[in-house]
């Protein structure tokens, strides 16, 4: 479920072009010019709660969704319900259900798409995305990389092995690349930090939650992670401390990482 602000901040055109992968850069007049503040929508959408199903034959959507604040958006898959793909802020979601470009191409089996945390959106039309689309070589590169990105990002979870350390640490592989080709991480100390609650980490990667504690607890106790506890209530964000090092978890198979079990 969504609520819909009554009309959208001044500062809405601003906010795409400094920190939205799709139009960061873009010059204020061309953006002006194909995409009038009367034609965004803000939106709050709420925690747990479903935003459209994707991949509903015949069916698409009318809009692109950009996240702006906050928020941690997910999608689900049947019948499993494994997490097929997590969106953060400065990203978007809803192209592959979109019927241009890639979109006419990209079909899928059903999947729910939902707000898994209070998420604060910009709805731009279909007709606008199409404009700017034909008119913009660097957004169209833009808009094929995030289906390249999509498909990236569940080649990582294909790589989630029933190896507990693997599993977690082919999630956090797969967001490191994803976030790092969105340019919104690393930091300046080359660190990323992903809002990650336990729940989402299973249902990724197909473990119970249990054992997703203990897997977070050996990768702190080996210093590839810490969990961020400045500004942070819910005790979710993840920051990874050494991608590298993490690779060496990312390509170990059974018995092959010394601290699992965990003692």
Not at 60 to 77: F, Q, T
């Amino acid at each position: 479920m969504a609520k819909v602000s009554k009309q959208p901040k001044p500062n809405s055109l601003h906010q795409l072009v400094q920190t939205n992968f799709l139009f960061r850069d873009l010059e204020d007049g061309f953006l002006a010019e194909y995409l009038k503040l009367e034609d965004l929508k803000v939106e709050k959408l709420f925690s747990n709660r479903p935003i459209y199903t994707a991949f509903m034959p015949d069916e698409y959507l009318d809009a692109l969704y950009l996240i702006v604040e906050e928020g941690l958006v997910i999608v689900r898959s049947a019948p499993l319900d494994r997490i097929i793909s997590i969106s953060y802020p400065k990203g978007c979601f809803g192209m592959r259900s979109l019927p241009f470009s890639h979109g006419l191409a990209t079909r899928a089996f059903p999947s729910l798409v939902e707000a898994y945390k209070t998420t604060h959106i910009i709805k731009i039309p279909l007709e606008n995305i199409e404009k700017i689309y034909e008119n913009s070589e660097l957004f169209r590169q833009r808009y094929c990389k995030l289906f390249e990105l999509r498909e990236k990002f569940q080649y990582h979870l294909l790589n989630c092995s029933s190896y507990p350390p693997q599993a977690v640490a082919s999630l956090l592989r797969g967001l490191i690349y994803q976030e790092r080709e969105l340019g919104n991480q690393p930091d300046s100390h080359g660190r990323y930090v992903f809002d990650l609650p336990v729940d989402v980490i299973a249902r990724s990667c197909q473990l119970n939650q249990r054992t997703v504690e203990q897997v977070l607890k050996g990768l702190q106790q080996e210093k590839l992670i810490e969990v961020v506890k400045d500004n942070d209530i819910s005790g979710d964000l993840i920051q990874v401390i050494d991608p590298e090092a993490l690779k060496e978890v990312y390509s170990a198979t059974r018995d092959k990482v010394s601290w699992w079990p965990l003692r």
